[in-house]
């Protein structure tokens, strides 16, 4: 199975999924490390069903959410129907936004998804305005196989130097890659193993 296909699949459940996974601390870093202000623009890249993009509309900005896959967004429709929100089904290597058009951009449990992490980060940060804000979230480097097995992962998370070298490569300034100070936590599907991978936060500035 691909993991497109991995998605559209969990999509109805994955709000479930997600609770045992991670808390909604990891959100209210991101946001707070953006110093989000009411009524101006953001993406929310790999959006899922929403989880980013829900406290991004209850601080008062507009939001513009971008997947792959289509029932992930219609979940999120469903959800924030008639809020200032607008869905788009896209990748991330061609995101369908305009250049220089977002004032923050936000990737949750993202960047390990997909094929080529440099490209991605690129692609991201051309839809910043000059100071817009990238905030990504996502895995510390770990040793768990059955993460890729058993939720496709691509990458078993990322080394901080790594993100912060291509955040500066992709042009971005006052970069800062920490702690979130919260895990990303799984059971393999046998129950032999339990993955507890402290996640980073990587913020840079256009
Ligand atoms: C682990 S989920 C995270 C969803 C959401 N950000 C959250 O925190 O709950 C990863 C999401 O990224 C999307 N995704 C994975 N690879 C992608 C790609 N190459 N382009 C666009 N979306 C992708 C998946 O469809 C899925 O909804």
Same mark, same amino acid.
């Given at each position: 199975?691909?993991?497109? +296909?991995?998605?559209?699949? /969990? $999509?109805?459940? &994955? ?18 490390? $953006? *110093? ?8 929310? @890249? ?7 993009? !829900? ?8 939001? @513009? =959410? ?7 967004? !219609? ?7 008639? +809020?200032?929100?607008? #869905?788009?089904?896209?990748? =991330? ?6 250049? $220089?058009? /977002? ?21 991201? =940060?051309?839809l910043l305005k000059p100071g817009g804000k990238l905030v990504i979230t996502d895995l510390d480097s770990?040793?768990?196989? %059955? ?7 691509? &990458?078993?998370? %990322? ?5 912060? *070298? &291509?955040?500066?490569?992709? *042009? ?7 702690? =979130?100070?919260?895990?990303? #936590? ?12 402290? @996640?980073?936060?990587?913020? *840079?500035?256009?």
């Amino acid at each position: 199975m691909s993991s497109q +296909q991995y998605f559209e699949d /969990v $999509a109805p459940q &994955w709000d479930t999924m997600r609770t045992s996974f991670f808390s909604t601390a990891v959100r209210e870093r991101a946001l707070a490390a $953006a *110093g989000v202000s009411a009524g101006k623009l953001a993406a929310d @890249i790999g959006a899922g069903s929403g989880f980013v993009t !829900e406290a991004l509309l209850n601080a008062g900005l507009r939001v @513009i =959410a971008v997947d792959q896959s289509q029932a992930m967004l !219609e979940v999120m429709q469903q959800k924030f129907g008639g +809020q200032p929100l607008t #869905c788009r089904l896209g990748t =991330a290597e061609a995101l369908p936004l305009d250049s $220089a058009s /977002v004032d923050y951009v936000f990737a949750n449990m993202f960047l390990h998804h997909v094929e080529n992490p440099l490209t991605a980060i690129r692609e991201m =940060a051309r839809l910043l305005k000059p100071g817009g804000k990238l905030v990504i979230t996502d895995l510390d480097s770990h040793t768990f196989e %059955f993460l890729r097995e058993e939720h496709h992962d691509r &990458w078993m998370g %990322f080394a901080r130097a790594d993100v912060s *070298g &291509w955040f500066e490569q992709v *042009g971005l300034s006052g970069v800062s890659v920490g702690d =979130a100070e919260c895990q990303c #936590c799984a059971d393999s599907a046998c129950g032999s193993q339990r993955a507890e991978v402290t @996640i980073f936060l990587a913020c *840079g500035v256009k």
